[in-house]
């Protein structure tokens, strides 16, 4: 079983929509989980980050963490063309250097 | 703004050639790491270093090697380019163990022929 699991798309949704981006993992001492943003012929950016169960919202972004599950997610509320892009979690054990990324889900919001 | 400058886009080599992947950033960062990006598999650790000369292997290191001399300054290099080391490689770099904050190159694609 690989350590994130995400599912890779292409997503296509009308602007204005909810989206909804998902990652499961499998170790439970995995304790930072961050969503990165990666824009064609760019590498990634950090767009959220949360050590916790629980929401944490950033504008139109709410990142959210089930720890029980192992389970992470990422909404975009009244998505934007601007939105477009590759969505990445990344997930980090405590005491670790390395970063574990899921292979990314594609998002397009036509307009 | 935290800038990490790649000296190629583009890159076009022969299979044997010794290739040198430079990565420079301006922060003072003390972490650097070496990515490679493909379709399907995603992000993958080369290698990372945590200080001057110091060096520690990511998830997959075969093939590859680096250099650290200069904070600022992390080099990826192939020794031998081999046609499935085709990828895009991203350098990133991070203020401190613990900070989650990576920042990214723009990557450079490189194409073994």
């Known amino acids: 079983q690989k350590e994130v699991e995400q599912d890779p798309g292409p997503l296509s949704v009308p602007e204005g929509a909810i989206v909804s981006l998902n990652c499961t993992y499998s170790n439970s001492a995995f304790q930072y989980f961050m969503w990165y943003r990666q824009y064609s012929r760019k590498g990634p950016e950090l767009l959220m980050y949360t050590y916790s169960s629980g929401n944490k919202e950033d504008g139109r972004f709410t990142a959210q963490v089930d720890k029980s599950s192992k389970y992470i997610s990422l909404f975009i509320r009244d998505s934007q063309p601007s939105d477009s892009a590759t969505y990445l979690c990344?997930?980090?054990?405590?005491?670790?250097?390395?970063?574990?990324f899921g292979k990314g889900t594609k998002l397009s919001v036509i307009p | 703004d935290v800038k990490v400058t790649q000296s190629s886009r583009y890159l076009v080599k022969r299979t044997g050639e010794k290739v040198f992947l430079e990565c420079v950033q301006d922060m003072d960062h003390e972490n650097m790491f070496w990515y490679r990006q493909d379709p399907g598999l995603g992000l993958r650790l080369i290698y990372f270093s945590y200080d001057v000369k110091m060096k520690e292997k990511g998830d997959i290191p075969e093939g590859y090697s680096v250099s650290r001399e200069k904070k600022e300054r992390f080099s990826l290099i192939l020794e031998s380019a081999s046609t499935n080391q085709t990828s895009m490689y991203l350098c990133a770099s991070s203020f401190v163990r613990g900070n989650e904050k990576l920042f990214f190159g723009s990557g450079t694609q490189l194409s073994v022929l």
């Open positions: 990344a997930i980090r054990g405590a005491g670790s250097y390395q970063l574990t």
